[in-house]
T-cell receptor
Framework: QQQVKQSPQSLIVQKGGISIINCAYE??????FPWYQQFPGKGPALLIA?????SEKKEGRFTISFNKSAKQFSLHIMDSQPGDSATYFC????????????FGTGTRLTVIP | DAGVIQSPRHEVTEMGQEVTLRCKPI?????LFWYRQTMMRGLELLIY????????DSGMPEDRFSAKMPNASFSTLKIQPSEPRDSAVYFC???????????FGPGTRLTVT
């Protein structure tokens, strides 16, 4: 059972465009929502994260939007660059339960020049 | 900081052979996770340890898989006997228990022919 659902599976965006990746969850005990970025041949690395008590977090060109009532969150990449081409995973963490992250299935982003 | 170290980086073996993957977590981290990544199933948690003790191995696919953590600086994931469907990239990650960010190693690409 997939605890965190992620879409789309793949995304192609032109340079300068906005990339949007969506995730949804059911478990209201989740209290931390990170996004990981993975380049080919590398392990995933933390990109940006948000707690459910805020609706938005921005770091440079990367923004997480969080909708607690809908149990959805999304990653927006503004002014997308070819160097942003990677696989992006959303995840959720439950501090009161198991000490592990539940990952989405990943989105392969390709930014074309 | 050397980061999480995994070896080997690539492993090609024949069906039926024993395979051992190795991981050295970041010094001071007390939680260690083994993941498997495939195109079909994405990033799956296999097992994780807190303070060298296995906490949740429900993700281990079957009895052919076993993992150990004899001390705080070393863990192994063993597959015996290996099968072609075990072909995947295996990641090790570590963190301080209670902290959200997991640090991933570079992965071991396993090919079973």
């Amino acid at each position: 059972q997939q605890q965190v659902k992620q879409s789309p599976q793949s995304l192609i965006v032109q340079k300068g465009g906005i990339s949007i990746i969506n995730c949804a969850y059911e478990n209201t005990a989740f209290d931390y929502f990170p996004w990981y970025q993975q380049f080919p041949g590398k392990g995933p690395a933390l990109l940006i994260a948000i707690r459910p008590d805020v609706s938005e977090k921005k770091e440079g060109r990367f923004t997480i939007s969080f909708n607690k009532s809908a149990k959805q969150f999304s990653l927006h990449i503004m002014d997308s660059q070819p160097g942003d081409s990677a696989t992006y995973f959303c995840a959720a963490y439950d501090q009161t339960g198991a000490n592990n992250l539940f990952f989405g299935t990943g989105t392969r982003l390709t930014v074309i020049p | 900081d050397a980061g999480v170290i995994q070896s080997p980086r690539h492993e090609v073996t024949e069906m039926g052979q024993e395979v051992t993957l190795r991981c050295k977590p970041i010094s001071g981290h007390n939680s260690l996770f083994w993941y498997r990544q495939t195109m079909m199933r994405g990033l799956e948690l296999l097992i994780y340890f807190n303070n060298n003790v296995p906490i949740d191995d429900s993700g281990m696919p079957e009895d052919r898989f076993s993992a150990k953590m004899p001390n705080a600086s070393f863990s192994t994931l063993k597959i015996q006997p290996s099968e072609p469907r075990d072909s995947a990239v295996y990641f090790c990650a570590s963190t301080l228990r209670g902290q959200y960010e997991q640090y991933f190693g570079p992965g071991t690409r396993l090919t079973v022919t």
